[in-house]
């Protein structure tokens, strides 16, 4: 059944769509959501596995320049983020009780993703528009015109203009019209920007106070923070006795200036090349043509690569790039080329099958199945081979090398209670293709770096 997504209603609505499609990828970004009773739950509603994220966007409420600063602002703040504050909390609620979501008001398409209450993991964020200029105006050290935050006790509210006091213990996420496209350029994976937002939350959790000029400058104080041990990044100190952060204007704008994030931008130029094989086959579900199990749910293939950090996302890339660069030029009939790739996750890898049979006599019926085959074979052979792996994903196409068009079959083997009757299942089927036969065959790691020496 074809899908059909609201683009937005309003252009900050429609710019909002098209970063988080960016980031969430076709199949779980969805602009004006639609309660029961007919009215918008939300202005999107993003979900991936049990994160649900919550989007608020006040289209341009501009910031009155004259009169008096404080009361302007107060009416600014009142009806541009309070009153969305409060909205997104009675977003959350309708969500919990199991409510149901649809995408038109005439009720007839329900939400495609099944939402898991129980478990489910919430982030409520606002995109307040409007008070760029003033806020530049008042201040010349403020770079950017970010709106700067401070998340304490309720009770702490400050009335200071272009300053914005938030409950940590019912925390919202406060972005503005400057900020929103640099965060979702650099966290455009939904990997990135759930841990950034899960970092933020348990430093408010952990500090007393967390303060920042600017979201940007909190973003460039996560990215320099690399916890080594645990291979995340991190907002805070590792001396136990400070009690509250304070981040100051203009961390941003040095960071971005730096040669250490000049050297990530041109790294990650690479790792969009497994952005377009999601979002083609993302298309596809949308567009009520995709084949075989539904894609909807969360334990197939391109949920799992949709997983992928941004940083892995260039491996995965660039040795798909080189397999297809490396695909023999042959007059046989029949060549393949099985290429393995792990993930950035543990105990899962990928498998890119390149299959040439020449000629196709019927391709739907014929190539196309013997195609997936050989690709669930691969993959059970793939298992045997590498006893550590829970999960193995795998991606079969012609060889693009020497096709202009081409068509992907994906494959979930979920081989985290392998027994030994499927062991021998795979070898069987195996005895007339061969794969990763070669006693000589050997696995390579090699280690990424999110910021290249």
């Known amino acids: 059944m074809k899908i059909t997504k609201s683009e937005g209603v309003t252009p900050t609505e429609n710019l909002l769509a098209k970063l988080c499609e960016n980031t969430f990828l076709k199949l779980w970004s969805y602009p004006n959501p639609i309660k029961d009773d007919k009215k918008e739950l939300c202005d999107l509603l993003a979900i991936f596995g049990n994160h649900v994220f919550i989007f608020y966007d006040r289209e341009n409420l501009s910031l009155k320049k004259e009169g ?3 009361t302007n602002w107060e009416r600014w703040k009142k009806k541009a983020i309070d009153m969305q504050i409060k909205t997104a909390h009675g977003a959350e609620k309708y969500i919990r009780r199991n409510a149901k ?6 009720l007839k398409s329900p939400f495609p993703i099944k939402i898991d209450t129980n478990n489910m993991i919430v982030h409520k964020i606002v995109i307040a528009h409007g008070a760029k200029d003033a806020c530049r105006e008042f201040s010349d050290e403020n770079v950017f015109g970010s709106l700067a935050i401070i998340y304490g006790d309720k009770s702490d509210n400050i009335p200071f203009p272009f300053l914005i006091t938030l409950d940590k213990n019912n925390p919202v996420h406060i972005f503005d019209s400057e900020n929103l496209e640099l965060i ?8 990135d920007f759930s841990r950034y937002l899960e970092a933020k939350i348990s430093a408010i959790n952990n500090y007393e106070a967390l303060i920042y000029c600017g979201e940007e400058d909190l973003l ?25 952060i304070i981040i100051g204007e203009g961390e941003w ?20 090349v497994w952005d377009g094989l999601i979002q083609k086959t993302c298309q596809y579900a949308l567009d009520g043509i995709t084949r075989g199990a539904s894609i909807f749910n969360n ?24 397999a297809i ?5 042959s007059q046989q009939p029949f060549v393949r080329l099985l290429t393995y790739i792990e993930s950035f996750h543990k105990n899962r890898a990928y498998l890119f099958l390149q299959l040439k049979i ?7 019926n014929e190539y196309r199945p013997y195609r997936q085959q050989l690709l669930e074979i691969a993959c059970g052979v793939t298992k045997n081979k590498f006893k550590q792996l829970h999960s193995i994903i795998g991606i079969a196409t012609e060889p693009p090398k020497l096709n202009e068009g081409t068509s992907e079959d994906f494959i979930y083997l979920d081989c985290s209670h392998w027994t030994k009757e499927d062991e021998e299942y795979y070898d069987s089927l195996n005895a007339q293709f061969g794969f990763l036969k070669s006693k000589d065959l050997k696995l390579n790691r090699k280690k990424g770096n999110e910021f290249p020496d």
């Open 101 to 106: 979501i649809f995408l038109d008001v005439e």
């Open 68 to 70: 008096d600063t404080i």
């Open 358 to 364: 020449d000629p196709i006599s019927d391709y739907d």
């Open 299 to 322: 334990k197939n293939a391109i949920y799992y690569m949709a997983m992928e950090p941004r940083f892995h996302r260039r491996e995965l890339s660039d040795r798909i790039v080189r």
């Open 220 to 244: 460039a104080h996560y990215m320099l923070n690399y916890d080594e041990s645990n291979h995340t990044h991190f907002i805070g100190y590792k001396d136990k006795k400070v009690n509250m």
């Open 184 to 191: 979702f350029k650099e966290l455009d994976t939904f990997y």
């Open 253 to 272: 704008k040095d960071f971005e200036q730096s040669d250490i994030f000049k050297r990530k931008k041109k790294s990650d130029e690479i790792s969009y």
């Open 325 to 329: 660069n490396n695909f023999p030029q």
